[in-house]
C-alpha cells in the first residue's frame, strides 16, 4: 500500500482499532505496575531497569528491588551490590544499579524526595533519556508527553505516518503531527502491539488488523 500523506492517514481510526485489539495482549510491565496507584519513583526506577531488558526480567527486578526499598529514601542507603544482586540479570545491571542510587540519591538531596515532573529536569539524571522521562511524565504524573521508544518508532515508520530515522526525531515529529489525545497511549498500544503482531522481523501482517492502513515500508519478509 503507498504510503499516506500525514493529513490523509487515519490515525484516529488507527487508534481507535488498537485500544480494542490489545485488549486481548498483555499490556507493558510497567504500565501495569502502576495502573493501582501512581507512583512517578516507581515508574522512574522500573523504566531505568526495564531499558534493553524483556518485560518478565524487569517486573521481577522491579519487585525484588521495591521489596527492600521502594522510596528514594531507602534506596540511598542499600550499596551497589545489593542492588545489582536485586535487579539482575536486567541488561548492564551494574550500571543500572549505580545510576538507581544516584538518582535517588538526587531525588533526596535536591528535590525533597521527589521526581520532578518536568521533562528538562528529569534529563539531567544519570541514565535517564527522552524514552523514560516522557513515560515518568505521561504513567507518574499524567501529564502530557509521547513516549518513544523502538517499538513506536519502527511501527509508526511502518505506517507510512512518520518517515524518521531515529526515536528521537519520531517524538519531535509525533509532537508536530499527533492529535494530543493519542499523546499518552500511543506508547502503551505500541508496545503491546510491536511485541505480539507487529514484530522487528517477519511481523504477522496476516493477523494484524491495520493490514490495509499500513504501508508496510521496509517489510521485507512477513506472515
Not at 540519591?105 to 544519570?126: C, I, S, Y
Not at 530515522?165 to 506508547?187: A, G, V
Amino acid at each position: 500500500m503507498p504510503c499516506c500523506k500525514v493529513a490523509e492517514f487515519p490515525i484516529n481510526d488507527v487508534m481507535r482499532i488498537l485500544a480494542e485489539e490489545v485488549q486481548a495482549y498483555e499490556e507493558p510491565i510497567v504500565t501495569r505496575q502502576v495502573r493501582e496507584k501512581r507512583d512517578p519513583y516507581k515508574v522512574l526506577i522500573s523504566t531505568v531497569i526495564s531499558l534493553r531488558t524483556k518485560d518478565d526480567v524487569t517486573r521481577a527486578a522491579s519487585e525484588r528491588l521495591y521489596a527492600l526499598a521502594d522510596n528514594p529514601q531507602d534506596m540511598c542507603r542499600l550499596d551497589i551490590e545489593t542492588v545489582e544482586k536485586a535487579i539482575y540479570p536486567a541488561g548492564f545491571y551494574h550500571n543500572k544499579a549505580a545510576n538507581i542510587i544516584e538518582i535517588s540519591r538526587r531525588l533526596v538531596e535536591e528535590f525533597n524526595g521527589r521526581v520532578p515532573d518536568d521533562l528538562d529536569t528529569l534529563l539531567t539524571f544519570n541514565g535517564v533519556g527522552r524514552k523514560t522521562a516522557n513515560l515518568v511524565l505521561t504513567l507518574g504524573f499524567a501529564k502530557p508527553g509521547i513516549c518513544v521508544d523502538t517499538h513506536v518508532h519502527r511501527i509508526t515508520n511502518r505506517w507510512g505516518y512518520v518517515t524518521t530515522k531515529s526515536p528521537d526525531e519520531t517524538e519531535m515529529r509525533l509532537r508536530e503531527i499527533l492529535p494530543p489525545q493519542h499523546w499518552i497511549p500511543i506508547n502503551d498500544y505500541l508496545v503491546t502491539w510491536g511485541q505480539n503482531v507487529c514484530k522487528p522481523v517477519s511481523p504477522w501482517c496476516s493477523r494484524c488488523a491495520l493490514s490495509k492502513i499500513c504501508a508496510a515500508a521496509g517489510v521485507e519478509k512477513s506472515r
